[in-house]
């Protein structure tokens, strides 16, 4: 059973377009999170819901949209796609924040 | 400015004997820390944690060791395996006032086991 799934993995598309990854859990956690690994191998977080609060917006342009529709579920929507948005994206969980549990990336490539 | 860094961008270790991965930072003000592994194509997989209360953290082959004076912090593995080949990252956070921990990551070591 996987714990945090996300759909696509991969994902190549032109710039301009619009976008989403999905993100989902079943630990049954009350904190999801969105994660970005650029070319430099930084890893990076996005933002974080709680409870489909958000909690954490770091600095993100505000072309990346994330919607929790339930505790389970974190999306990630992009729109107007630009070079700089290729990296992986990996989508986490976690139950109070301490420990997160990451999913397996998608892979942005944006030509 | 990078708060969390790891040094050592490789490291090679025989198979059996011990790994020692290093991690610094910058904020003293971090007080909780983890150790994360990944293969290529995966996620991060949590390995260990550590509180800033406390200077040494060991789950099985896996030890975590602080040192909060030096801002320093280590991971072993004894004996090392050759499926401990993998990417590992260190990551560092304050605990949160309200919603939840914010982690700040290093750019990882990558551990080569030969057999």
Redesign the interface.
Known sequence: DTAVSQTPKYLVTQMGNDKSIKCEQNLGHDTMYWYKQDSKKFLKIMFSYNNKELIINETVPNRFSPKSPDKAHLNLHINSLELGDSAVYFCASSHSGRTQFFGPGTRLTVL | DQQVKQNSPSLSVQEGRISILNCDYTNSMFD?F?W?KKYP??????LI?ISSIKDKNEDGRFTVFLNKSAKHLSLHIVPSQPGDSAVY?CAAALS?T??????I?G??TRLKVLA
């Open positions: 909780y983890l994360y194509a995966e996620g991060p997989t949590f944690s990252f949160p309200s919603g939840t921990y914010k982690y990551f750019t990882g």
